[in-house]
């Protein structure tokens, strides 16, 4: 079992700036991949960033160059420094972590970005 708290969303003005946390617990030692996912209203949940158990990183075309995802293992947690913001960045952010055969998911955190 995985659980996976996420934190770190909120309102913001285009061109701000975020940081969301996923505090990951349980049986870390068998995730292969933690990822971040977004879901807006009326859109299918898709893949943010991604990064592996050896640090390979993976992006979404549309977040290229202004969202970094990161992790440290001393505290368990993976982040997500969103910069630059976008309305059309507006969702509920999902942690993700993968193991072997199963995938557990986090509670979301809302990110909101005004015009």
């Known amino acids: 079992q995985v659980q996976l708290v996420e934190s770190g969303g909120g309102l913001v003005q285009a061109g701000g700036s975020l940081r969301l946390s996923c505090a990951a617990s349980?049986?870390?030692?068998?995730?292969?991949?933690m990822a971040w996912y977004r879901q807006a209203p009326g859109k299918q949940r898709e893949l943010v960033a991604a990064?592996?158990?050896?640090?390979?990183?993976n992006y979404a075309d549309s977040v290229k160059g202004r969202f970094t995802i990161s992790r440290d293992n001393a505290k368990n947690t993976v982040y997500l420094q969103v910069n630059s913001l976008k309305p059309e960045d507006t969702a509920v952010y999902y942690c993700?972590?993968?193991?072997?055969?199963?995938?557990?998911w986090g509670q979301g955190t809302q990110v909101t970005v005004s015009s």
């Open positions: 349980g049986s870390i030692f068998s995730i292969n991949v």
């Open positions: 993700n972590a993968v193991l072997i055969i199963k995938q557990y």
């Open positions: 990064i592996t158990s050896g640090d390979s990183t």
